[in-house]
């Protein structure tokens, strides 16, 4: 299994490029089965994630070409509908395809996903939701079998709690339903704007984008298009948080600052100057000790959950005490133990995390959980004493590009091990 060997104590300076959104790019490719021409795709992440994804496409017969910086999904003429267990298992992603294909090949079979490192995160909204544009859903052997043999109807679906992914398979479900569908309670995420931005392009008819209610007029057919995925904000707030952590003068380019207005709200509270350009944030050589901030995690606009393990681990460096509340998965602090093995003063109560700072950290073993929680243990390597190993960097290649290439040329110095294929 791959391994992160990082040098603490290396002061990061100069430019880091940000890549397209995962999280943008896996409902997009999950969105061009709705299409009946190719669809371009730019800027995909090369992530194992988005690999993933395309061997999903590919199980349901569509093919992916890659060229520079673009893939060009192109759908076949086949009619498969089932997504089988063994890609679902490496990612729960992999259910984003059950709107689409109800809604254009008129059934689905997709494996339910187990439990997850970070919580329970059960797809039940998404189940309901369909029901309520006519699909018909059972459970048969661990898979979610589908049907609406008369096509999806339009609807009013009421979301019982924000879902981001429940709400991208929804948009992607109405858009090829007869007549009219409203959504409410929906994921305000960028992500999810722009999978309607790309929707728009195909052809479809969307209102609301970018607020909690989405209307969409179904539409018989949607046609290819050619889209850019936006920058990864997840990815540009964790190379944020490594510059505050570890640089002198480090600029984070490539990004959407207005993504990122939470944690830099939070920053701005922690004593830390930086600038932000139309796409790009910079962050000087920090002068004067970081303050101890408090966060909880919300939907957006509010603190991303994505990256409050990387905002735990800054905070074990800030002075005072700060409380980490993370109040959208129930299991999200694993890296809590691997930051108290490097020496961290933390100690989680219920959902919540209370951080005492500044504690200095001490490089050994620590293991990955899941891909946010690899990242806050790559960044606590960044500023321990001596060599930090990080083991299972397998979760971080599922939605970082080339990190330690990115971090390296900053001036870090991280070594991955039993190096293998990439990809
Ligand atoms: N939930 C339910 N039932 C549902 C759907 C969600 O109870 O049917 C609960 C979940 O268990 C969770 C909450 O609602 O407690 C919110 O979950 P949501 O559905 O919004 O999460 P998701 O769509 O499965 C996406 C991202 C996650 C990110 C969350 C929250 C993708 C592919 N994944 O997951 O990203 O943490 O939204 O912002 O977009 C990551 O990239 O590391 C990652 C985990």
Do not use: W
């Not at 995962?22 to 090369?46: D, E, F």
């Not at 830099?264 to 796409?279: K, V, Y």
């Not at 979760?395 to 900053?410: P, Q, S, T, W």
């Amino acid at each position: 299994m791959e391994k992160f060997r990082i040098q603490g104590g290396r002061r990061l300076h100069g430019e880091v490029g940000v890549s397209g959104s995962k999280n943008a790019a896996l409902p997009c490719l999950a969105a061009t089965l709705l299409a009946s021409a190719p669809v371009i795709l730019r800027g995909l992440p090369r992530v194992r994630d988005i690999v993933t994804m395309e061997r999903v496409l590919e199980t349901l017969g569509e093919s992916c070409a890659h060229s520079e910086g673009a893939t060009t999904v192109v759908a076949g003429s086949g009619d498969a509908y089932h997504a089988p267990y063994e890609l679902v298992r490496t990612m729960r992603a992999s259910v984003l395809v059950l709107g689409p294909l109800l809604a254009r090949r008129r059934r689905a079979r997709v494996a339910l996903p187990g439990g997850c490192a970070i919580g329970a995160r059960p797809i039940d909204f998404h189940l309901q939701a369909l029901a309520q544009l006519g699909a018909d859903l059972r459970v048969e052997s661990g898979d979610v079998v589908a049907e609406a043999s008369g096509g999806l109807r339009g609807g009013e679906v009421s979301f019982p709690r924000i879902t981001v992914t429940g709400t991208e398979n929804l948009l992607m479900a109405a858009t090829l339903a007869r007549g009219r569908t409203v959504l409410h309670n929906c994921a305000r995420e960028p992500e999810v704007e722009d999978l309607a931005n790309l929707l728009l392009a195909m052809g479809a008819r969307i209102t609301g984008v970018g607020t909690d209610t989405l209307e969409v007029e179904g539409t018989e057919e949607l046609s290819g298009a050619d889209h850019l995925v936006i920058p990864d904000r997840i990815e540009a707030g964790t190379y944020v948080i490594a510059a505050v952590l570890a640089g002198d003068g480090v600029r984070v380019s490539g990004c959407r600052p207005d993504h990122l207005s939470a944690l830099l709200a939070a920053l701005r509270e922690a004593g830390c100057a930086f600038s932000t350009d139309a796409d790009a944030v910079v962050v000087p050589a920090q002068r004067g000790p970081l303050r101890a901030v408090s966060i909880t995690t919300t939907e957006h606009p509010g603190f991303a959950t994505d990256l409050q393990a990387q905002f735990l681990a800054l905070m074990t460096q800030a002075h005072g005490a700060s409380s980490v509340t993370e109040a959208i998965f129930e299991n999200r602090f694993q890296h809590v133990l691997e930051l108290k093995r490097l020496g961290a003063a933390v100690e989680v109560e219920g959902s919540t995390a209370h951080v005492h700072g500044p504690a200095a950290l001490d490089g050994t073993t620590v293991m990955a959980s899941d891909l946010r929680a690899s990242a806050a243990l790559v960044l606590a390597g960044l500023v321990a004493r001596g060599e930090t190993l990080v083991d299972r960097i397998y979760h971080l290649d599922r939605g970082y590009e080339a990190m330690e290439v990115k971090l390296n040329a900053l001036g870090a110095t991280v070594e991955r091990f039993n190096p293998g294929r990439y990809l």
